[in-house]
């Protein structure tokens, strides 16, 4: 029901900022929540931030105060704000879709990922 596209990633320094973005295909005005997760090499994948259709954030402990998650409905994309970064924060970031369906149950959709490394 929506594909996502993310884009921003790339090779930085300890203590500098990215800015990832995820385009929608649909409006995500009518995605009930969009959020970040990121997967570093042989570690789980994990919830970085999330925010839904009304607007409410929530983020992980090791990132809250460094990163912000926010939304432009007009051009479908949700951002993902990383300042002060740490090496720590090297990943694969996926852009996350979670869509409640019409009957019951929801789905949730994924984009390809984004690299970002962060070097000492």
């Known amino acids: 029901q929506v594909q996502l596209v993310e884009s921003g990633g790339g090779l930085v320094q300890a203590g500098g900022s990215l800015r990832l973005s995820c385009a929608a295909s649909?409006?995500?005005?009518?995605?009930?929540?969009m959020g970040w997760y990121r997967q570093a090499s042989g570690k789980q994948r994990e919830l970085v931030a999330a925010?839904?259709?009304?607007?409410?954030?929530n983020y992980a402990d090791s990132v809250k105060g460094r990163f912000t998650i926010s939304r432009d409905n007009a051009k479908n994309t949700v951002y993902l704000q990383m300042n002060s970064l740490k090496p720590a924060d090297t990943a694969v970031y996926y852009c996350?879709?979670?869509?409640?369906?019409?009957?019951?149950?929801?789905?949730?959709?994924w984009g390809q990922g984004t690299q970002v490394t962060v070097s000492s």
């Open positions: 649909r409006s995500i005005s009518s995605i009930n929540d």
């Open positions: 925010i839904t259709s009304g607007g409410s954030t």
């Open positions: 996350n879709a979670k869509i409640i369906r019409v009957v019951a149950g929801f789905d949730f959709y």
